[in-house]
């Protein structure tokens, strides 16, 4: 079984930045694509980032030059760093990760979510 945890999620002021984590545990064989999805109140959920396991990531037009994804596959962790953060980006962001367990399935596992409030 693979578990997804997402971390640093939290309010602040616009114009600020966040990083938010988000470690993938369990019966791993590989990971391929780890990303990042958000869902603000009455609108469906939408992918932000999306990071290959050689490191070339993807993003909205509404977060390109703003956000950042990296990840380091020795840790199975992706990092979104988030700058100049505006009120339109608040939502709960997600990670979601898929790959290859240990004994040859396929896998994609989101995880619980962590709000993002930006708000002065």
């Known amino acids: 079984q693979v578990h997804v945890v997402e971390s640093g999620g939290g309010l602040v002021q616009p114009g600020r930045s966040l990083s938010l984590s988000c470690a993938a545990s369990?019966?791993?064989?590989?990971?391929?694509?780890m990303g990042w999805y958000r869902q603000a109140p009455g609108k469906q959920r939408e992918l932000v980032a999306l990071i290959n396991s050689g490191g070339w990531a993807d993003y909205a037009d509404s977060v390109k030059g703003r956000f950042t994804a990296s990840r380091d596959n020795a840790k199975n962790t992706v990092y979104l760093q988030m700058n100049s953060l505006k009120p339109e980006d608040t939502a709960v962001y997600y990670c979601?990760?898929?790959?290859?367990?240990?004994?040859?399935?396929?896998?994609?596992?989101w995880g619980q979510g962590t709000q993002v409030t930006v708000s002065s």
């Open positions: 979601k990760v898929d790959g290859t367990s240990a004994w040859g399935t396929a896998f994609g596992v």
């Open positions: 369990g019966s791993i064989g590989s990971i391929n694509g």
